[in-house]
């Protein structure tokens, strides 16, 4: 998944050529919340067509990120049922995905995205309030820590999720977003996790598609 590029038409591109899963381009939980309360009409929204899943489309998670567990809960509920404002989904999400990999600055400045590896109380009680509030299976796409001096995907992943995508195009985090094509395998301690851990790496996919893949 990625801004601005996982949209309808490249996912139907990725469906055609074998992709078993797809998933959304990442929703703001907090601007479909805000939606909710806006007087805007709702050919207006901008965070509603993100969200929505084809039949066609399935299966397909809808990822959505933020940093305030309420937040997060109330958007998956309302992504679930359909009942966000604007909705056009034509069938519920096969999944959530939680986003804690992003590295754009923007993003990170909010707390949000992979920001959130630098907080692992936090994350518990986002992946809580987010499993509590839906029926669906739940996944969370990380890194293997906020930079290399911080390797704590073990860690976050023993917060009771059924699957943690791992994403290795950008292992870390620090100064820039640029790929660390160098450090593409995942750090032991995340081979020492007891949570399933999937990889949506490029070069993952060059030796075999996982059963999820991520557009």
């Known amino acids: 998944p990625m801004a601005g590029v996982t949209d309808r038409a490249f996912r139907a591109v990725c469906k055609k050529y074998g992709a078993e899963g797809l998933v959304t381009e990442m929703v703001s939980a907090k601007a479909v919340c ?8 709702v050919i207006e929204s901008k965070t509603a067509p993100l969200a929505a899943v084809m039949r066609d489309e399935l299966p397909m998670a809808v990822q959505i990120f933020g940093s305030e567990p309420e937040f997060m809960a109330r958007a998956a509920t309302l992504i679930e049922s359909g009942e966000y404002r604007g909705c056009t989904s034509e069938a519920t999400p096969s999944a959530i ?3 804690m990999g992003c590295p754009v600055h923007k993003i990170v400045g909010n707390g949000e995205g992979s920001a959130l590896m630098k907080n692992p109380a936090l994350v518990g009680k986002i992946i809580e309030a987010v499993c509590s509030a839906v029926k669906i299976p739940v996944t ?3 890194r293997a820590g906020w930079d290399s001096e911080s390797i704590n995907a073990a860690e976050i992943a023993t917060k009771s999720l059924p699957v943690f995508i791992l994403h290795l195009l950008h292992l870390y985090f620090s100064a820039s977003i640029q790929p660390d094509r160098g450090k593409v395998q995942p750090h032991p301690a995340v081979r020492r996790s007891s949570a399933p851990v999937r990889s949506d790496s490029r070069a993952t996919r060059q030796k075999g598609r996982g059963k999820f893949c991520s557009a």
């Open 34 to 41: 805000y939606e909710m309360l806006s007087k805007k009409k």
């Open 97 to 99: 995905d939680i986003n």
């Open 140 to 142: 969370v796409k990380i």
